[in-house]
């Protein structure tokens, strides 16, 4: 069985689920406090009561937002999934419960690297010129770990029928690793969130993690042979276009982690644009079964016109009263995007991969190769 086939075969078939609502699989990008948003979005979508969740996939601060959800769903429905998102935004926010020291700690999670304008900026970036987390950090103190795991009952998670994936990236190999439902726990969790110049790399069956978004922000390819559905809803909080020409380092380093952050989505959905193209051109089979491919209806929810007041340092802003307006923003994309494209979801895309996923070089690439690329 080639590549494409192990990525888009046969589906694992679930019990069919109401027949009044639609069905999707979710894809949570990270992004620091601006998962926020996220949490807004998915605060609507739980209580729409149209919608129903097959499967959800999420990369650091989307990862936390996707247990949150899958143990709310597990324990009591899509209730009690929102009150975990509320409880654990509250918890992490700067008037939350955590202690000074695991405020300090915290705090650094909500970034890619020091950004101007943290509390500790001056310091840090003073400092780790010349030290790494195991130096400034040298017990490993992780407040997040001990809060998700009182949060979230994972033997529950474990035995839901809702499939589950999270992304980490092996240090040594550089490869992606996808934690599905059955294998994910607080230390998955947090592998997943493990900045490097923050967080120690985190250990799992031998081999050091790191951050997933550096090789999938967040994956999407799980989904294709776990759930009947062949809707995602990508929830992207990372900006893929900026104007102007960062040219201070910090913003020379703020935009490079962006790029970084979105490459291997653009690559997904180069993959899934090719695979429906060549389903759509008769040259590959549609269907479940062997040697047939799955024709993805991708969408998207992003943050629109508040992206372009945020910036990078605003990952770091853990005030409740920040968390909110993010969560207000977010419901407030979902109720836009319910409204324009519910009837949308099982029939067809509304994000175009073609243009998303272009090259620039196309421009000046010759016909019969640019449609190919």
């Not at 994972?154 to 035995?159: C, E, P």
Request: glycine share 10%.
């Amino acid at each position: 069985m080639n590549l494409l086939s192990r990525a888009f075969g046969r589906p694992r078939v679930s019990a069919p689920g109401d027949p009044k609502k639609k069905r999707i699989n979710l894809a949570l990008q990270g992004g620091g406090a601006h998962g926020a948003f996220t949490w807004g979005v998915l605060d609507e979508l739980l209580g729409d009561g149209r919608i129903e969740i097959e499967g959800i996939s999420g990369t650091s601060a989307g990862a936390v937002n996707a247990v949150m959800v899958a143990d709310g769903l597990a324990r009591g429905g899509p209730e009690e999934a929102r009150k975990r998102l509320a409880e654990f935004w509250r918890a992490v926010s700067r008037d939350g419960e955590l202690s000074t020291m695991h405020r300090a700690v915290a705090d650094r999670l909500f970034s890619l690297l020091p950004m101007t304008g943290a509390p500790i900026q001056n310091w840090f970036g003073a400092v780790s010129r010349y030290l790494s987390p195991y130096d400034l950090n040298p017990l490993n103190i992780n407040p997040l770990k001990g809060l998700v795991d009182r949060l979230v009952d994972f033997d529950a998670v474990r035995k839901s029928p809702l499939q589950l994936f999270i992304a980490a990236t092996n240090v040594n190999t550089g490869r992606l690793r996808v934690f599905a439902r059955d294998k994910i726990d607080a230390t998955a969790v947090m592998a997943s969130a493990a900045l490097p110049l923050v967080f120690h790399a985190v250990e799992i069956d031998g081999a050091p993690y790191w951050d997933g978004g550096y090789t999938a922000n967040p994956p999407i390819y799980p989904f294709f042979r776990t759930t009947q559905t062949e809707d995602v809803l990508v929830v992207q909080i990372n900006p893929v276009t900026r104007t102007g020409t960062p040219k201070s380092s910090q913003e020379i380093i703020n935009r490079v982690n962006e790029i970084t952050f979105n490459a291997s989505l653009l690559a997904e959905y180069r993959a899934i644009e090719f695979v429906s193209r060549l389903i759509d051109q008769g040259r590959l089979p549609r269907g479940t079964g062997p040697g047939e491919y799955r024709r993805i209806n991708v969408h998207r929810i992003d943050l629109g016109f508040i992206g372009k007041k945020l910036t990078p340092a605003s990952r770091l802003n853990t005030d409740f009263d920040f968390f909110e307006m993010l969560h207000r923003a977010g419901r407030r994309a979902a109720r836009r995007f319910l409204g324009t494209h519910f009837d949308d979801i099982g029939v067809r895309s509304t994000l175009d991969l073609r243009t998303e996923m272009r090259g620039e070089r196309e421009e000046a690439l010759p016909a019969d190769l640019a449609q190919s690329a």
